[in-house]
């Protein structure tokens, strides 16, 4: 093997040991069994039946109080961004988001690794790590790539399809004969 591979091999080995990925598979892994086991997400996700009455909660006494002071809020909140100029930042930081996507996660991925470096100056092994984060932060510092661009790569395919939602189920389904039930 050769020493790229045996480096190669090495960082795989120290990823997939890594605290970060540990308590973050633990943690979806945990998220993922609470949802699909709450009465919540499965009443959401529940079929509607065909009687189904459609009740307008603006007119409820007990939600609809609560509706039109969120409406009245959110009026104020968005009269109140546009006079002060955070709608006009707001939306300049979106379009260099997504202008260049990887390149902002590695400034932010460069700044957590300073700050850990610094917290972490006396511990060897915790220091090793934060040097690593920053190299990774530091070549995602170099891509300049839009998400436009990056979605048209192999990567960025794969991805889009992986967070695709669903196809609909056909509706060529048997139906039950209404006679026989």
Same mark, same amino acid.
């Given at each position: 093997?050769?020493?790229?591979?045996?480096? /190669?091999? /090495? *960082?795989?080995?120290?990823?997939?040991?890594?605290?970060?990925? /540990?308590?973050?598979?633990?943690?979806?892994?945990?998220?993922?069994?609470?949802?699909? #086991?709450?009465?919540?997400?499965?009443?959401?996700? $529940?079929?509607?039946?065909?009687?189904?009455?459609?009740? &307008?909660?603006?007119?409820?006494?007990?939600?609809?109080?609560?509706?039109?002071?969120?409406?009245?809020?959110?009026?104020?909140?968005?009269?109140?961004?546009?006079?002060?100029?955070?709608?006009?930042?707001?939306?300049?930081?979106?379009?260099?988001?997504?202008?260049?996507?990887?390149?902002?996660?590695?400034?932010?991925?460069?700044?957590?690794?300073?700050?850990?470096?610094?917290?972490?100056?006396?511990?060897?092994?915790?220091?090793?790590?934060? *040097?690593?984060?920053? #190299?990774?932060?530091?070549?995602?510092?170099?891509?300049?790539?839009?998400? &436009?661009?990056?979605? &048209?790569?192999?990567?960025? /395919? $794969?991805?889009?399809?992986?967070?695709?939602?669903?196809?609909?189920?056909?509706?060529?389904?048997?139906?039950? &004969?209404?006679?026989?039930?």
């Amino acid at each position: 093997m050769t020493q790229f591979g045996t480096l /190669r091999e /090495r *960082l795989r080995r120290a990823v997939e040991n890594s605290w970060v990925v /540990r308590v973050s598979s633990r943690t979806e892994s945990t998220l993922s069994r609470w949802g699909i #086991g709450s009465r919540i997400v499965q009443w959401f996700l $529940a079929e509607p039946e065909p009687e189904v009455i459609v009740i &307008d909660l603006r007119e409820t006494y007990t939600i609809g109080p609560i509706l039109r002071a969120i409406e009245w809020a959110l009026g104020h909140g968005n009269r109140l961004a546009e006079r002060s100029g955070l709608t006009a930042a707001v939306r300049k930081a979106a379009q260099w988001a997504h202008s260049q996507p990887i390149h902002l996660v590695g400034i932010v991925l460069f700044g957590v690794a300073v700050a850990g470096l610094a917290s972490a100056a006396l511990s060897s092994g915790a220091f090793g790590r934060w *040097l690593v984060l920053s #190299g990774i932060a530091l070549l995602a510092v170099r891509e300049r790539r839009s998400w &436009d661009e990056i979605r &048209d790569t192999r990567v960025g /395919r $794969a991805l889009a399809a992986a967070f695709a939602p669903p196809d609909p189920p056909d509706d060529n389904r048997q139906q039950p &004969d209404s006679e026989t039930e």
